[in-house]
């Protein structure tokens, strides 16, 4: 099904069957009531081109336990990823906590994307944390950590299903990361 | 109004007012243009043929404020918020942002948001905003954004704070952001 250029009556036409199901029927299938299912309840309309809508749903991953690196170049860290179907472009949420064992060394997180795009993790839309003091108790995990966000509408994706994934690094030292948090709005 | 599956028509059948009032008229009523009651709403999907109007709230709040001493759990500040109270479904993005500094080297200042109305959600340090730095009296402002799982209704979000291991922590230019999905 597919939208149709909607016909213009003029006077004493005669309105027939398939002038209905071609600009009644089968446009009104094509709006958003008639896309609703209840299976996919808090879902929202997005375009997807010219005269055509399609439901989208947002997806997040939140990982509070502790991981670390002492990666100079981006590294996946365990379990920060979410897979949603996108068009071509979604509103990404990157979140963490960030502490490292050495004074003034950066600590940054990233993400990537796999599956129907590939985007390598990249600084221009990290997060980081530099110039405070080296954790001073390993066993204290919230110790000279700074904890932010950063968004980052990502364009050019394949449309279909996309997965993202958080990644991180340090300058030097070893990164500690915790309470990490991926929100993904696909449009 | 309820939504019906728009019939297919045939040659020679004459379109009754009945059918008319069906698949036009109370079909056209659960459009989006039709339920709309507000600029800047999006639509989303309340059940089968069937979506509602959700609009994004936000609150700022400007003037400065602070904590003076140690204070391990979320509280008030003296100019209460930001806040903001909507509709929203099962998820909503929260997006919140914050001015902090220390009046202390190297103390810690942290921020967080609660949800009540519809669903009570305590402000928790596993989402919040934390700002540790070494520099005394230096203001940074960033934010933190997260997707919280809600029972559908009428919800509150209202920023908190807390400080490190000791004060006085500052706050200042403090907005919370809600998207309701």
């Known amino acids: 099904m597919a939208w149709n250029t909607t016909y213009v009556a003029s006077t004493n036409d005669t309105f027939t069957a398939a002038q209905w199901n071609q600009n009644v029927r089968d446009n009104l299938l094509e709006t958003e009531a008639a896309k609703a299912t209840l299976a996919n309840k808090h879902d929202y309309f997005v375009s997807t081109g010219a005269n055509a809508i399609t439901n989208r749903r947002s997806a997040s991953t939140y990982v509070s336990g502790i991981v670390t690196t002492s990666s100079t170049s981006y590294t996946d860290l365990a379990s920060s990823s979410v897979t949603v179907t996108t068009g071509t472009s979604a509103l990404v949420w990157i979140s963490a906590g960030m502490a490292n064992s050495s004074s003034n060394a950066l600590t940054a997180v990233s993400f990537r994307v796999s599956g129907a795009t590939t985007v390598a993790s990249s600084d221009t839309w990290m997060i980081s944390s530099d110039g405070t003091n080296g954790w001073s108790n390993p066993y204290e995990p919230y110790d000279e950590h700074n904890r932010r966000s950063a968004a980052k509408l990502v364009t050019g994706l394949n449309a279909g299903s996309n997965t993202f994934t958080m990644q991180g690094k340090v300058g030097s030292g070893t990164g500690r990361f915790n309470n990490r948090d991926i929100v993904v709005l696909p449009l | 109004m309820a939504w019906t599956a728009p019939m297919t028509a045939v040659d020679g059948n004459l379109l009754t007012a009945t059918e008319y009032n069906q698949h036009i008229r109370d079909n056209t009523l659960m459009l989006a243009p039709a339920i709309a009651s507000a600029p800047g709403s999006i639509f989303v999907i309340d059940d089968n043929n069937r979506v509602v109007e959700r609009q994004m709230g936000s609150s700022y709040v400007a003037g400065e404020d602070n904590i003076k001493i140690y204070q391990n759990t979320f509280k008030e500040v003296q100019q209460a ?101």
Not at chain 2, 101 to 123: L, M, W, Y
Not at chain 2, 155 to 163: A, E, G
Request: glycine share 6%; net charge positive.
């Open chain 2, 81 to 181: 918020g930001p806040m903001v109270t909507l509709r929203t479904g099962t998820r909503a993005i929260v997006s919140y942002a914050c001015e902090m500094k220390n009046r202390v080297d190297n103390a810690q200042a942290n921020a967080s948001f609660e949800v009540s109305g519809a669903t009570v959600i305590p402000p928790s340090n596993e989402y919040r905003l934390v700002h540790d730095a070494l520099e005394t009296d230096t203001w940074t402002r960033m934010s933190v954004t997260t997707r919280v799982t809600l029972n559908a209704g009428i919800n509150t979000f209202r920023m908190k704070y807390h400080t490190g291991n000791r004060g006085p922590i500052h706050f200042r230019r403090r907005e919370i952001v809600v998207l309701p999905l």
